[in-house]
């Protein structure tokens, strides 16, 4: 079975940048990938989307990170990016990558990885 490996998280400052790194255990020739995206869940507090890309880039964002951060993908290595900047205190959740994938012969279905702590300090 397909894994996401996560990389990228730790403490940063107020105002601060982070690069987050999500890659698939498996090449686009075993597994494809249509949409990536990144996940985040603060304590107490629902998971919610921070951004999508599409298998032709196309991205959406939700609106809390517009302009701050920037999602991409690079489709030889299934891997996803979230680059991250203007860091705010609020911002401080478990970022998680999440695929929609499938193996040949398959339908597509979700795939998480297993989550990346971003502390973001005063």
């Known amino acids: 079975q397909v894994q996401l490996v996560e990389s990228g998280g730790g403490l940063v400052q107020a105002g601060g940048s982070l690069r987050l790194s999500c890659a698939a255990s498996?090449?686009?020739?075993?597994?494809?990938?249509?949409?990536m995206g990144w996940f985040r869940q603060a304590p107490g507090k629902q998971r919610e989307l921070v951004a999508r890309i599409t298998e032709t880039g196309l991205t959406v964002y939700a609106d809390f990170v517009k302009g701050r951060f920037a999602i991409s993908r690079d489709n030889a290595k299934n891997a996803v990016y979230l680059q991250m900047y203007s860091l705010k205190p609020e911002d401080t959740a478990v970022y998680s990558c999440?695929?929609?994938?499938?193996?040949?012969?398959?339908?597509?279905?979700?795939?998480w990885g297993q989550g990346t702590q971003v502390t973001v300090s005063s």
């Open positions: 498996e090449t686009g020739s075993v597994f494809k990938i249509n949409t």
């Open positions: 999440n695929v929609e994938g499938r193996y040949s012969g398959t339908d597509y279905y979700p795939v």
